[in-house]
């Protein structure tokens, strides 16, 4: 009894160890630290007095299980801070139960940890989110309008991803909901492919129906707080900005990324008057999260806004409407690229 007692309370508490070192170092909350640290304390004290007995008994060189080979086991070479993250979790939550079964631990302390890991897999779905729009510079907005087939206009947008857009937000004012998720299902298998991020705009539940990143909502859809109650936490959700209140009260409801313009006049727009410069420089000194310049960004405009220091950009016409579409994106890609040196030295 007491070697089965002895080797769960070491296997409890490392994994104890391993998640509360990630919530310290990896997610900075001193909250959920502290919770698993309380935990983890409450554990080794409640066999304290068993100490010595525990230590005796145990026998690790004649333990059969020892070898026994773990066919799931993660590879420490390979395993990501999310299945460290699962993998302990799981190992502790085990060896609560048998500290119960065996030790008569009281079940507070596994049923405060189901609670912790629900609570530590959101702030994962969030980390990741930025992790995601972390390196991704260059934003494709889709607009099929001028096309003469849905042929002509995929085949395009696939070759913008395969030449190297980041992002691709389906934007289709002008087609009807079954067009736009027949697109939306093309799109997202080259996205997945090729390692960019899938938006689509305004629409929540073609989002869902073709299983995009995210959506781009504009000041004049439904507000954050709603989408967000609608997508969960998993989702990316930006929003479309024109002066700094806007940014301002994106980044209170908990946009993970904001559109900033249009900077320049756009036909996209043509009846919205353009932030222009003045709004870029402001975004570029007081936005904490990732955000793209957008409205008539081109090869010969974005030397003018990456100066201003904007490191991210959104373009329809620049890469829908060129005539050499996988040079047009590593120009753009290349300019981003020499702009975001220039600003780290």
Known sequence: MNRIIDANLNRATEALRVLEE?????FDDKVLSQELKVIRHGVCN????????????????????????????????????????RSNFKRLEQALRVLSEYGNLCDDFRYKIYTIEKKMNERFKMVIKKYLL???????????????SDEEFLDKVALAIKSGVDIVQLREKNKPASKIIEYGKVIRQLCSEYGAIFIVNDRIDIAQIVKADGVHLGQDDVDIKHAREILGEKMIIGISTHKPSDA???????ADYIGVGPVYKTPTKPNREPAGLDYLRWAVENVSIPFYAIG???ENTIDEVTSCG???????????????????????????SFSLRNFLH
């Open 248 to 254: 301002i009260e994106a980044v209170r409801a908990g």
């Open 310 to 336: 904007a490191k991210r950009v959104a373009l329809v016409r620049a890469i829908m409407y060129s005539k050499d579409v996988a040079t047009t994106v590593k120009t753009l890609k290349n300019k981003l």
């Open 46 to 85: 409640f066999f304290d007095n068993k100490y010595d007995e525990l230590l005796f008994s145990r026998n690790t060189q004649n333990d059969v299980g020892a070898n026994i080979e773990n066919p799931t086991k993660l590879s420490r070479q390979n395993a990501s801070i999310e299945q460290i993250f």
């Open 22 to 26: 990630i919530a310290r170092f990896y």
């Open 134 to 148: 972390k390196d991704k510079n260059l934003y494709l907005v889709t607009n099929s309008d001028n096309f003469s």
């Open 296 to 298: 008539s960004i081109d």
